[in-house]
Structures are given as C-alpha cells and as structure tokens.
C-alpha cells in the first residue's frame, strides 16, 4: 500500500495531480488516517493545509508528498517538504513508478567542479584528493570509462577509503529514504574536468550498487568528449551488472547510438607502473600494499 499526498500552489494544481494518480489506479481519499491501509491511495492537500502533515507526522503515518507545480512561498509548504517537485509532464511516470512500488533509482553522475555543481545532488562527492592521470601523458585522452584509468584512480589507497565509506553510508541512508517515499536519488562525483576520476569513482560505485539487487541504477557522465570536449549531450548508462555464467547484457546510449560498456578490470594488489612513474616524477616514494 502507498499513500500519496498531494500538495500544490493552487486548488487546480492539486486537483489536476490527483485525477493524474487515480488514472493511475489510485483511490482517492479526503483525509490521511491510519485506516487507509488497502491498495494505493492518493490525498489532496488543502493550500496551506501542511499541519495536516505534521499531524500524520506525529501519529507515525507513512506517507509520499508530492508538490505539484512551482514554489507555493509557504514557510514549511509542501513544497519545501516534498518528496517529489513535479510539473505536468512528470506526473504519470511518477504516478506509475509510486504505485508499482518500483525499485529505488540511483545516479551516479560525473561532472566538472568548473561546469558548476549539478542541482539535483543529493550528494556530492570531491575526487580531487585523487592523483590526477591527466598529467601521464599517455593516459591524458583516455576517459574514466577505459580501464587503464579506472585502474589508476582505483588502485590508490584513497579512493578504496573514499569508496568503502561511500558504501557503507549507503547502505544505511537508503533504506531510510525509500521509506519516506524519494524514488530517486543523485549521488556526483566531481574534479577538474569531470573525465577521468569522476567517472572511474561513479561508475565503480554504480557497480557496488547494482550489487545490491534492490536499486535500479544508472550512471550519467555530464563530459566525456576526448581531449576535454563537451559531448553534445550527457552521456547516459543504464547498468545492468551480470554474474560470472551470465551472457554480457551492459549497455549504454549516447544520441541514440549504442556501445558496449567496458568492464572495470579487476583491481591489482600492488601499484601500477603507470602509478609509479609519477609518484617518482613527484619526488614520492612509490607506495606498496601486502
């Protein structure tokens, strides 16, 4: 059972979101109590109505909000409370998605710090205590995506600590987010030029998710264009993660063309040459692990 409150700047708005949820086979109900316990319910929420929440708050019901349309300027309105901000075109997909209890979405996007931050971040994640691979020359055109640098990234000490934490947090915070009813959520990964420890971090943690088995998880690289060129639009992955007997089955669309995804290589215990050659060139002593 769902129980879906709908919250909006005006009657219209919420009236308009509701009719969207019954056609979704949502039953609608004129108040939240504790007895709508059968099947997926839908709840109109009166303009300026949000003690109403606090009320269900109290008593331990749970609910979804969804605040349709723009900012309602109510201090603790049901826009800054929502769960879900949607306009018209979002309402089915999330109507559908509400009511079919689908697994819980999970991006992993990479960016660029200099591009800005993207706004939809639940988290954001700085790679830039990571050694940088632009500067071995012979790795500098490659993207995250090519295992050389995914090996290079993820073969240092901090990203495994930067990783593990990552996972271990995770595992924890999501369950409590998929009870308050957030269907979806955006984890991003950030450094220089959002090409090459970025996406290693992202697409590494996309894995570690999609391990899991209760997520839907996808990974977003906002730019990826060889030799620091933006792509015309973000590079979207949707991982499917096989077993060891399974058939390869990953894919990824970028402007309606499909590639296959590489596979991350499995990690090695002991430092790349690569690694080596410039930690010398730093003055560092090269670091080894047992």
Known sequence: MTL?????????????????FEAEGFRRASAITEDLKEGNVVVPLRVGAAEVLHQADQRGIPYV??????????????????????????????????????????????????????????????????????????????????????????????????????????GELLPAYRARGRMELTLAFGCNGGRQRSVALAVELARRLQVRGNLDVGVELRRTGLGGANTTSPLQIRLKWRKPHEARTDTCSSNGQDESVRRLRARSTCLSSVESRVRSSRGLRPRFRT
């Open 65 to 170: 909000l969804v605040h349709h349309g723009p900012k309602d300027r109510i201090k603790n309105g049901t826009y800054a409370r929502a769960h879900h901000r949607v306009e018209a075109p979002q309402l089915i997909e999330l109507a559908r998605r509400l009511g079919a209890n689908q697994k819980m979405l999970v991006t992993c996007v990479a960016f660029a710090f200099r591009e800005g931050i993207p706004t939809d971040s639940a988290l954001v994640v700085d790679a830039r205590c990571l050694d940088n691979p632009y500067w071995v020359d012979e790795l500098r055109d490659l993207d995250g995506r090519d295992p050389r640098i995914a090996q290079f990234v993820l073969n240092q000490h901090e990203a495994t600590v930067l990783l593990d934490s990552l996972d271990t947090m995770l």
């Open 4 to 20: 879906v409150v709908i919250g909006g700047p005006t009657e219209e708005r919420v009236e308009n979101a509701v009719r969207a």
